[in-house]
T-cell receptor, first 116, second 116 residues
């Protein structure tokens, strides 16, 4: 069973629109970590945020914000006033300490295209 | 150089060739990882090294052979690959990979491999 689901495979928006990328996860652990990474066309995965399961406070960093809802097992990512440079594939990932070695399980990714 | 670097960035090889991918991290980390990213498939963890010792082998075929001579360098030796091995190979590092703590993984730009 897939543990991290990013149901949106592709999203296309026009510059300055707000966009939300969905992430739903499954885990039986009470302690776990959630991540978002950005993969621009160059290929490198750029770390954006790490959130542990005990911290449900939403986080804002510039135009980026994250909404963590344990009740719905979701960790959604919103980009406000999107820009062309935001075009990339975005991955949500889960780490469960009960897994051997705290492995990262990635979702399938959401390709975001921001058009001028 | 800063962060995680990978060479070469692009590689084309025949099925009978032997080649090696190199990863170097300049972050003072102790854990290093190889991932495979194929088209239309989630990121797959291949190998994990913690303090130069291999701690995970995610059922990877023996035609992929990792080597970690020290905490800063990681190699992936390739021989008699198949066309389906064509993918983006990503290296990552983290502070450590113990069972009680979890550190963010930082990724390199990847090597795009094409097997003919």
């Amino acid at each position: 069973a897939q543990k991290v689901t990013q149901a949106q495979t592709e999203i296309s928006v026009v510059e300055k629109e707000d966009v939300t990328l969905d992430c739903v996860y499954e885990t039986r652990d009470t302690t776990y970590y959630l991540f978002w990474y950005k993969q621009p066309p160059s290929g490198e995965l750029v770390f954006l945020i790490r959130r542990n399961s005990f911290d449900e406070q939403n986080e804002i960093s510039g135009r980026y914000s994250w909404n963590f809802q344990k009740s719905t097992s979701s960790f959604n990512f919103t980009i406000t006033a999107s820009q062309v440079v935001d075009s990339a594939v975005y991955f949500c990932a889960l780490s469960e300490p009960s897994n051997a070695g705290n492995m990262l399980t990635f979702g399938g990714g959401t390709r975001l295209m921001v058009k001028p | 150089e800063t962060g995680v670097t990978q060479t070469p960035r692009h590689l084309v090889m025949g099925m009978t060739n032997k080649k090696s991918l190199k990863c170097e991290q300049h972050l003072g980390h102790n854990a290093m990882y190889w991932y495979k990213q194929s088209a239309k498939k989630p990121l797959e963890l291949m190998f994990v090294y913690n303090f130069k010792e291999q701690t995970e082998n995610n059922s990877v075929p023996s035609r992929f052979s990792p080597e970690c001579p020290n905490s800063s360098h990681l190699f992936l030796h390739l021989h008699t690959l198949q066309p389906e091995d064509s993918a983006l190979y990503l290296c990552a590092s983290s502070q450590d990979h113990s069972g009680t703590t979890w550190e963010t993984q930082y990724f390199g730009p990847g090597t795009r491999l094409l097997v003919l």
